[in-house]
């Protein structure tokens, strides 16, 4: 592969997009069930190059009876603040965003689950930084997105080093703001996620610490609001949504290449970025069921935030899960896929 150097202001392009405001449903409160035509409406939580970006390459979008409409959003934990507001229906998000939710008592139901390759969920360090392992951490500054998946990558992969949190200085940043730190020094790790992680390695701006690959669950889900999911018709709606969305993971396993050409599209990602994430964790994403092993994994993620009090209350993750979109999916557990040595 050519070597791909982008300047500081190439790599903060493709943030900028992913920070894009809240849009439509979100921005107007809580969401309507219909549109003016009488058409039913689902309302979707997005990231950019999301949800939209794969279910419309993978012809998904193609013959839907109702009407979507889509909101972006930074990153998982804005996105279930809109869900617990009752202005998205239905949205995408890692391990630990539901937890955050949860732990603050919202007003959300996980509904059902992926699993994938954890190597995305790393700690990046500069290059020439003198790090070698996680315990080289302490005393120094980390910058991780709250609640996101990373921040739960960060604690375990402190804890297996004989650290705690408090060992080291957390810095709370969402991405675009984490990656102008990371490069310019102002950091000195950066705890994240693909497509952030290929983008930092193929940009020769960083190498990993240390990943989330024994760490963490690998689980990302679907959330949705508890009051669309008591309406008959827009639950009817999820259901057909999130089947859509399990065919269309499938479908990115298959054209890893071709939707990295999408991905790089809708992003501003070099398209070397986008395949390397695609082949290092987006593509590897399994559908799986939502059973016991998940829901104890997460538990356990919701007990340590807890314990770390970085969570205001201990809660049961259970309540919090409805297993009606199962079906015959594999277990949980399930191995994630795999494209080999270029994984």
């Not at 409409?69 to 965003?97: C, H, Q, R, Y």
């Not at 990371?182 to 952030?196: I, L, N, R, S």
Request: charged share 20%; hydrophobic share 45%.
């Amino acid at each position: 592969m050519k070597s791909f150097r982008p300047s500081l202001a190439v790599l903060l392009l493709p943030l900028a997009l992913l920070a894009s405001a809240c849009s439509g449903a979100s921005a107007a409160g809580e969401a309507s069930n219909t549109d003016g035509k009488g058409s039913l409406v689902l309302n979707v939580g997005d990231q950019k190059g999301g949800a939209e970006a794969l279910l419309r390459a993978a012809g998904e979008l193609d013959d839907l009876p109702y009407r979507v409409t889509w909101s972006t959003f930074t990153s998982g934990p804005p996105l279930l603040e809109a869900v617990n507001a009752k202005a998205v229906d239905i949205g995408s998000v890692g391990n630990t965003p539901p937890v955050f939710a949860a732990g603050a008592d919202s007003k959300i139901t996980v509904i059902a689950a992926t699993h994938g390759d954890s190597a995305g969920e790393a700690i990046l360090v500069p290059k020439d930084s003198p790090l070698r392992t996680a315990r080289d951490l302490k005393g120094r500054k980390v910058a991780v997105a709250q609640g996101s998946s990373a921040h739960f990558q960060l604690v375990a992969s402190l804890a297996k080093a004989g650290l705690k949190p408090s060992d080291v200085q957390v810095t709370l940043l969402q991405p675009a703001d984490a990656l102008a730190a990371f490069t310019t020094g102002k950091v000195d790790a950066w705890a994240v996620w693909d497509p952030y992680t290929s983008q930092v390695l193929l940009g020769g701006k960083g190498r990993v610490l240390t990943d989330g690959r024994g760490l963490v669950n690998g689980l990302g889900f679907q959330v949705a609001s508890p009051s669309a999911l008591a309406d008959q018709e827009k639950a009817k709606a999820i259901g057909d949504f999130v089947e859509r969305l399990r065919r269309a993971q499938d479908w990115v396993f298959e054209h890893p290449e071709e939707w990295a050409r999408v991905w790089a599209k809708e992003t501003g990602l070099p398209y070397e970025v986008a395949l390397a994430a695609v082949k290092r964790s987006n593509g590897t994403r399994i559908p799986v069921a939502l059973d016991g092993a998940a829901i104890a994994s997460e538990q356990q993620i919701a007990d340590t935030f807890a314990e770390l009090k970085l969570i205001p209350r201990k809660f049961r993750f259970a309540d919090y899960v409805d297993t009606r979109f199962n079906k015959d999916l594999p277990p949980s557990t399930t191995a994630a896929r795999s494209y080999g040595k270029a994984s």
